[in-house]
């Protein structure tokens, strides 16, 4: 690709918060490096991912609010986590993490329990035990 043909498409989910690097080539023939803020292929693929995130994200709310299953999958849902992630960080096996996003688990862990859960989720305790629902968010 040539210098002036890499692509600027303004209109990307990064709001100009960062751009990506690329190596063109130059009018000498030479491989330059090239900044671009983005084009519209990969803003599309983006969106869809994210749209596809707040799908799963809606879902699992629907599950919580008709108590078929606890905070934990909801908010593991909204971190972008995945069972052995989340189990790993909060030092307990995939199958216990598990037992903890069932209702009638969740409510009797302990509050040293429900605070690691609410670090690695970046809340606060109280609202993990309350139950509240913090609505998601697209990073930017």
Do not use: C
Request: charged letters at 25%.
């Amino acid at each position: 690709m040539k210098k002036d043909e890499v692509p600027q498409d303004g209109d990307n989910l990064h709001h100009g918060t960062f751009k990506q690097l690329f190596y063109a080539v130059d009018a000498s023939g030479d491989y330059t490096p090239v900044s671009s803020v983005g084009w519209e292929p990969e803003n599309v693929a983006l969106g869809q991912a994210w749209e596809e995130v707040e799908h799963r994200v809606e879902a699992t709310r629907g599950k919580v609010l008709k108590g078929e299953l606890s905070p934990v999958a909801f908010y593991m849902e909204r971190t972008l986590l995945d069972l052995p992630l989340l189990a790993r960080k909060v030092g307990k096996f995939q199958w216990q993490v598990k037992r903890h996003m069932k209702p009638a688990v969740f409510k009797n862990l302990s509050a040293a329990m429900l605070a690691k859960y609410a670090a690695v989720f970046g809340i606060a305790a109280e609202t993990l035990q309350k139950g509240e629902l913090l609505p998601f968010q697209r990073p930017e």
